[in-house]
Nanobody, 121 residues
Framework: QVELVESGGALAQPGDDLRLSCVAS????????MSWVRQAPGKGREWVAG????????FYADDVKDRFTISRNNAKNTVYLQMNMLKPEDTARYYC??????????????WGQGTQVTVSK
């Protein structure tokens, strides 16, 4: 059974940086692409970024490109999301999920508890 534990969320001010972590178990992590997804209050889940299993390439949603960086440490079964220059519209609960792109995670249903990021003055 896949288990995902996200952490690192916090209350931040616009312009701040945060790093999120997600530790995965119950899957062969080093052969699995991973994504970060977020859900703002009253909205559906939104794909944010995805990374290949070996970390060789990554993809980003347009509104986070150049501000967010996804990375991974396969020895630690962990995927990270470095978020720089945070904006109020980044406020959401952030989740990780197996899969590279939005179409790869639509059927995923073993979500972790997520980690809350709130960006406010």
């Amino acid at each position: 059974q896949v288990e995902l534990v996200e952490s690192g969320g916090a209350l931040a001010q616009p312009g701040d940086d945060l790093r999120l972590s997600c530790v995965a178990s119950g899957l062969t992590f080093d052969t699995q692409a991973m994504s970060w997804v977020r859900q703002a209050p009253g909205k559906g889940r939104e794909w944010v970024a995805g990374i290949y299993s070996d970390g060789s390439d990554a993809f980003y949603a347009d509104d986070v490109k150049d501000r967010f960086t996804i990375s991974r440490n396969n020895a630690k079964n962990t995927v990270y999301l470095q978020m720089n220059m945070l904006k109020p519209e980044d406020t959401a609960r952030y989740y990780c999920a197996p899969g590279l792109l939005p179409e790869h995670i639509t059927s995923f249903n073993s979500w972790g508890q997520g980690t809350q990021v709130t960006v406010s003055k």
